[in-house]
């Protein structure tokens, strides 16, 4: 059973709430508070909180009851009721909460609430992992041209044309695609600056990632521009991984998969230096000694608050080690790249080097010499 808490005295709020939960069949329970205070005295059980929802319109709450109320529910999608029209009040609540919501909220956006809540609660995280998640504070605010694009592409009927109305409202944005678009990862074969052409080259899942990319790259160059650096790297390095996707012929398709899975796994590293890790950290590493990489953990948690397929989230949680089967192409090729730069690739144990081999990497390894 999943738990909801709620701090409001909103009635509209709270019958949204309680309906929901009502025809949930029993996987929630619903816990109301009236206000920051009664929450934060009420007694304590074993349950995990998944969804904390704070009416802060009709609340008067300090700063720092805001802040106790979020650190009682470190792991739950936390969403702040408020008017997110307002930049002032939406900066006001950033290191506390991953959703905004006016109050017209309706039942089908309660609905994608609580359902992506489900989805963070159900991520298989280690112990550790959620240890180091839940101290997290400082998350980057889905851009809000990603959420009008996304918005867009869920039209069926949408076109090449509008799409790219939208994305050239930020022309630094359209400079960088352009100039990713005519680079030698991309491998197409003649150079473009039509940004329609770009687009209907690119396909609008490919599109999506690289204008959230860039966008909060653009962002993190004027705020920190150490953070922009690590991005760089992270585009940089994907283009690697489509390259090698590219050298042991997997489909195109495949190929926009592997460098969208790879730009995406890197947004870990970005959220945990802004919560205060240095590059130097384990966390922030290709190889962690402690097993799974704990920036991959990170980026799989944010990409599930953002909304991003669970079949997307789990290539980028499951990619540090390899997995046998077709249907993990993706992960395998993310898996190699990584090897492949940690200079670690002939090391791994000769059953391994065989699927490797039956994979389509004999290249990158030593011949097989049968005896006569």
Not at 94 to 116: G, I, Q, T, W
Request: contains cysteine; charged residues 20%.
């Amino acid at each position: 059973m999943y738990q909801v808490v709620a701090i409001s005295h909103d009635p509209t709020v709270l019958s949204l709430l309680k309906n929901y939960c009502q025809s949930s069949g029993l996987r929630w329970q619903l816990r109301i508070f009236p206000t920051p205070g009664s929450f934060l005295s009420a007694p304590r059980g074993n349950e995990s909180i998944d969804m904390l929802l704070f009416d802060a319109q009709r609340s008067g709450a300090a700063l720092e009851e805001r802040r106790l109320a979020c650190f009682m529910a470190p792991m739950a999608l936390r969403v702040v009721v408020t008017n997110p029209e307002h930049e002032d009040v939406v900066i006001d609540h950033l290191s506390m909460f991953h959703s905004f919501v006016s109050r017209d909220l309706n039942y089908e956006h309660l609905s994608l609430l609580f359902a992506n809540a489900e989805r963070l609660s159900d991520l298989p995280l280690r112990d550790d992992e959620r240890l180091l998640i839940s101290k997290l504070t400082d998350y980057p605010v889905f851009p809000s041209i990603c959420t009008e694009l996304k918005q867009l592409l869920d039209n069926p009927k949408v076109g090449v044309p509008d799409v790219a109305k939208l994305v050239a409202r930020d022309p630094l944005v359209v400079s960088r695609l352009l100039q990713l678009v005519n680079s030698p990862y991309m491998g197409f074969a003649s150079e473009t600056w039509s940004l329609e052409t770009a687009i209907s080259r690119l396909g609008f899942q490919l599109l999506q990632t690289l204008v959230l990319m860039l966008t909060i790259k653009a962002q993190q160059e004027q705020q920190q521009p150490e953070l922009a650096e690590v991005l760089e790297q992270q585009l940089v390095f994907a283009g690697e991984c489509r390259q090698l996707a590219q050298d042991i012929r997997l489909s195109r398709v495949l190929q926009d998969q592997v460098y969208v899975a790879a730009i995406l796994s890197g947004f870990g590293k970005l959220i945990l230096l802004k919560n205060g890790c240095v590059a130097a950290d384990a966390e922030m590493q290709l190889q962690n000694p402690t097993g799974r990489l704990s920036y991959l953990a990170v980026s799989a948690f944010v990409l599930t608050l953002w909304g991003f397929d669970e079949s997307l989230v789990s290539t980028v949680l499951h990619q540090q080690q390899w997995r046998d089967g077709n249907l993990h192409q993706v992960s395998q090729c993310l898996w190699v790249a990584r090897m492949l730069k940690q200079n670690t690739l002939l090391e791994q144990d000769p059953q391994l080097h065989e699927k490797l081999r039956k994979s389509g990497y004999a290249s990158l390894l030593p011949a097989v010499h049968s005896s006569a």
